[in-house]
């Protein structure tokens, strides 16, 4: 039996009809091609739609379009906005309210103080959702994506009882959270004061968990070889936001704060969804700073779309 033809664009529109706005059928068939989870396809199509009615509109079109039976992650995609319905408008409002990277100037200290009061008020709002809109503002799902990642932090041996760990970025301290078991220490910086407040709440009882409020513009704070692993979780786009001076000093303040042999690891670089330009900067990046580069954007996991860089400190 021969495979059938994978799934483009003109079968999509042959088998749909042109799908409005152009991204959201971007999503669709991403979906439908297995390029990404029903989990992230939905956060996706609520930032593209913006709002719950919409996508619920869309995807009750698709369904009575596509025919019977419904592609299974179609199904799954629908069930996930029935069940957190709630949650997605949260999502969705809190997406209409993200500073639009497209439109952003200024100097880095402007743009970090607009992120700075976005994640104040959004943290109030919702704290799984506040740090990632695939979340759908559930705390099991977020925990099953935070789960994902350390899982595969261990199987690159980057965890042990004597790894001390240093998070750019740490929101709400899910990864603190999670990582505590698996290592010596694990501290987290944040530009937002309620971000710090709630990730110490969170981590109450942890004695190995640490936070502090950052400038976002270094790791000033931190002696020279002080961490086995240095790590961003969906919070170096703000960093690459804020400017190619703040991009380079992080590169270097990773270096300095790493003990040689650790590990500079991010998950998601950029905002301008081109994962080959991300690919020239990092390795242009890490040559300057003296890393070797040995991930240089990987999509490795099931449930999330990070996509992932690592470089070695010699």
């Known amino acids: 039996m021969t495979e059938p033809a994978p799934l483009d664009w003109k079968e999509l529109e042959a088998r749909l009809g042109r799908i409005e706005p152009e991204i959201a059928g971007e999503v669709l068939l991403d979906l439908l091609t297995d390029d990404i989870s029903p989990l992230i396809a939905l956060s996706r199509l609520l930032l593209a739609l913006g709002g719950t009615g919409e996508t619920e ?6 369904a009575h379009r596509w ?10 995609t629908a069930r996930l906005l029935h069940d957190h319905r709630e949650g997605c408008e949260r999502v969705a409002q809190m997406l209409r309210e993200h500073p639009d990277p497209a439109t952003m100037s200024g100097p880095p200290e402007a743009v970090l103080e607009t992120f700075r009061r976005f994640f104040d008020r959004s943290v109030a709002r919702n704290e799984e959702a506040s740090v990632a809109a695939y979340s759908l503002g559930d705390s099991g799902l977020l925990g099953k994506v935070t789960d994902e990642i350390v899982s595969l932090l261990g199987e690159w041996g980057l965890l042990g009882a004597g790894r001390r760990v240093l998070e750019i970025g740490c929101g709400i301290g899910r990864m603190q959270a999670g990582l505590s078991p698996n290592v010596a220490e694990v501290q987290g910086i ?3 004061p309620k971000m710090i407040e709630v990730s110490r709440r969170r981590c109450a009882g942890l004695s190995n968990v640490h936070f502090s409020l950052s400038s976002g513009r270094d790791l000033a704070a931190f002696p020279d070889e002080r961490f086995e692993l240095v790590l961003a979780v969906d919070s170096f786009p703000y960093v690459h936001q804020a400017g190619p001076e703040v991009v380079e000093t992080y590169f270097q303040e990773a270096m300095r704060v790493l003990v040689p042999g650790g590990e ?6 950029s905002y301008r969804d081109s994962l080959e330009a991300d690919r020239v900067e990092v390795r242009k990046r890490s040559r300057q700073a003296g890393f070797t580069l040995v991930m240089n954007g990987a999509q490795p996991f099931e449930l999330w779309d990070g996509i992932v860089f690592r470089m070695r400190k010699s």
């Open 190 to 192: 944040d530009i937002s």
């Open 67 to 76: 025919g019977r039976p419904l592609d299974a992650r179609l199904r799954e």
């Open 264 to 269: 500079f690891v991010i998950l998601h670089y």
């Open 57 to 62: 509109e869309l995807l009750a079109s698709v």
